[in-house]
């Protein structure tokens, strides 16, 4: 089990940027698959960015360009750098690991291992 401690939300205008940090327990960090999610009122949880324990990333079509994620294994770091941010953004962000070998995909079910969650609001 990885216990995952997310920060760095906040409200922002639109244009803005934030940067959201997650930190995780475990000896094993850099093997992991990692991931930010973000979940709306009323909608369900959506993928928005993923790397591998290699380093291979992919975001999802609805931030790339403006969100960058990245890790420090060094530190059992993550990180999603957020710019350009629009009203719709505003959502939970959660950090996700998945700790078995393969299956890293940008969907929920692939990951057993959460955050509590950042709140992110972007007002215009």
């Known amino acids: 089990q990885v216990q995952l401690v997310e920060s760095g939300g906040g409200s922002v205008r639109t244009g803005g940027s934030l940067r959201l940090s997650c930190v995780a327990s475990?000896?094993?960090?850099?093997?992991?698959?990692m991931a930010w999610f973000r979940q709306a009122p009323g909608k369900e949880r959506e993928g928005v960015a993923i790397?591998?324990?290699?380093?291979?990333?992919s975001v999802s079509v609805f931030v790339k360009g403006r969100f960058t994620i990245s890790r420090d294994n060094g530190n059992n770091s993550l990180y999603l750098q957020m710019n350009s941010l629009k009203t719709e953004d505003t959502a939970m962000y959660y950090c996700?690991?998945?700790?078995?070998?393969?299956?890293?995909?940008?969907?929920?079910?692939?990951?057993?291992?959460w955050g509590q969650g950042t709140q992110v609001t972007v007002s215009s």
């Open positions: 475990g000896d094993t960090y850099s093997k992991n698959c």
């Open positions: 996700a690991a998945r700790t078995f070998v393969g299956g890293c995909y940008l969907l929920p079910r692939y990951f057993a291992n």
């Open positions: 790397i591998d324990s290699d380093g291979s990333t």
